[in-house]
């Protein structure tokens, strides 16, 4: 196997790690959303696989682990040239990094699970909309079966009625399409790869902007989508800021919530006032084929390793047969060689490897 194979799923992730901000910019938010989320699982799946790889080459050249595995560690040495430190390195590395992924799968279950939970506590509402009695300007989307618009009363204030239409269907759309799957998905990603963490981030604002643009096109206005996030936004930051206890004003963790920092708002504003991004069907074909490319690196570096492993149980099976052909024939003995149980070619009758 060439290292250039090898290296395809780290040079990815490197990538789109410096290059997914600016692509969730570039591509619709519909488009740019499911695309990088897809991208990043692929790219941490094959990136742990490789160090994997590396790491079990090294352990199988114990020679108790060989001799459990039935091959031998000196064909396997000898077809394989990675040295024995970077395979420790690399076995550390995907071990670190899968528990890592683990956490981050726990932690996004338990928040799902606590917002489904609380969904049912808030009961039914009109159409899915809860109205809290709050002082403080807020608003989120709350997955669950079904899911939950959480609106407080402070934040029904502070907008008028056609930028509460716009509020509503930006949330909506959360709800509808799942965002909260891609933003779990693509984290958990992230924690198996630290060099995805940038793309993380772009498919959790590329959500919002997802929903800004389902917003701007039910009210069909972009320049009151754009008024009714600014004033929802900066309400609800202002609130936060205030806070004694700034924890108190936050939203449940899976939850989406109207908003961000402020300067994101200003730069999700700031792009409804112009028309939304071309589809750019090359630019989302080249990053499909980046994706297609890195499943195929891992496809040859799997087939790569099986034969190498195949090779290695082979020469362990030839020189077993040798070994009990020498024990039973012995000097002096007039039993053929063969009747130790190896067929003709050497490999052991009736031995599975």
Not at 80 to 106: F, H, K, N, Q, Y
Request: with cysteine; glycine share 8%; aromatic share 2%.
């Amino acid at each position: 196997m060439t290292a250039a194979v090898l290296l395809v799923p780290p040079c990815t992730a490197v990538f789109l790690g410096l290059a997914g901000g600016r692509l969730a910019r570039r591509l619709p938010p519909a488009t740019a959303v499911p695309l990088l989320t897809v991208a990043t699982v692929v790219t941490a799946l094959a990136t742990g696989f490789v160090l994997a790889v590396g790491g079990l080459e090294v352990l199988a050249r114990v020679p108790l682990v060989a001799e459990l595995g039935r091959w031998s560690p000196v064909a396997l040495a000898r077809d394989d040239r990675l040295p024995v430190a970077i395979g420790v390195l690399a076995g550390s590395t995907a071990a670190i990094l899968l528990t890592r992924a683990l956490r981050e799968v726990v932690r996004s279950a338990s928040d799902l699970a606590c917002a489904a939970l609380l969904c049912r506590r808030l009961g039914p509402g009109a159409q899915g909309l809860v109205i809290i009695e709050d002082q403080r300007p807020d608003a989120f989307a709350l997955p669950g079966v079904p899911g939950r618009i959480v609106v407080s009363t402070a934040m029904v204030r502070a907008l008028s009625a056609d930028e509460r239409r716009v509020l509503l269907a930006h949330e909506q759309a959360h709800l509808t399409h799942r965002h909260h799957l891609f933003v779990h998905v693509s984290a958990v990603a992230a924690a198996a790869n630290p060099l995805l963490r940038p793309v993380a981030r772009a498919v959790r604002a590329g959500v919002e902007r997802w929903a800004d643009e389902v917003a701007a096109a039910t009210v069909d206005d972009r320049r009151l989508a754009a008024q009714a996030l600014a004033r929802a936004g900066l309400a609800r930051a202002a609130a936060v800021s205030a806070d004694a206890n700034p924890a108190r004003a936050q939203a449940p963790a899976a939850a989406l919530a109207v908003g961000g920092a402020p300067g994101e708002v200003a730069d999700r504003a700031r792009a409804l006032l112009v028309p939304p991004p071309p589809a750019r069907r090359g630019l989302t074909a080249a990053v499909a084929l980046l994706v297609l490319a890195t499943c195929a690196s891992t496809a040859l570096t799997a087939e790569d390793t099986e034969q190498r492993f195949e090779r290695a149980q082979a020469v362990y099976a030839v020189g077993s047969c040798r070994s009990d052909a020498g024990a039973v024939s012995g000097p002096g003995s007039s039993v053929p060689r063969r009747s130790s149980g190896c067929r003709a070619g050497g490999s052991p009758a009736g031995r599975r490897w």
